[in-house]
């Protein structure tokens, strides 16, 4: 089974949405979950504005709770997308060896690739930073369920 971690800050705007959003683009032969580099908001459900917006294009993502990025983390993913330059720093300075390396990548790179382009931090926001990411992430997690199945479909 392929397992993808997504990646932001605080696991409660972000990646909390891009798990929501691959996991409806993929079949059950894949896990996906999420996590922070940050330990703020450990347990806790999205932000309300993700669970909203996730709501208006038919996810349900209210009951994720919030946890912390660890280094067992690199054992337990094949993938692993951050958001950020600064996820990608707190992840990567984590890394053992160059395997560990070498699962994290940005999430927007398979839009855009090896641009390295931040989805941005929208909790300072207001509502619209939440659509603007909900499309951003929509867009690569398209891209990621369709090679993912189609490289499933490659080997079996
Ligand atoms: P996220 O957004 O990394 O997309 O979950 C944030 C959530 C909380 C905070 C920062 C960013 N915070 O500072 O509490």
Known sequence: MTKILMVCLGNICRSPLAEGILKAKLSSNFMVDSAGTANYHTGSAPDQRSVA????????????????FTVSDFDRFDRIYVMDSSNYQNVTKLARNENDLSKVNFILNEVYPNENFDV???YYGGNEGFEN???????????????????QNDIS
């Open 53 to 68: 917006v996730a709501k208006k294009y038919g996810l349900n993502i209210s009951n994720l709770k919030g946890r912390q």
């Open 120 to 122: 941005p931090d929208p």
């Open 133 to 151: 990411i909900y499309n951003m992430l929509n867009e690569a997690c398209t891209i990621i369920a369709n090679n993912l199945t189609s490289e």
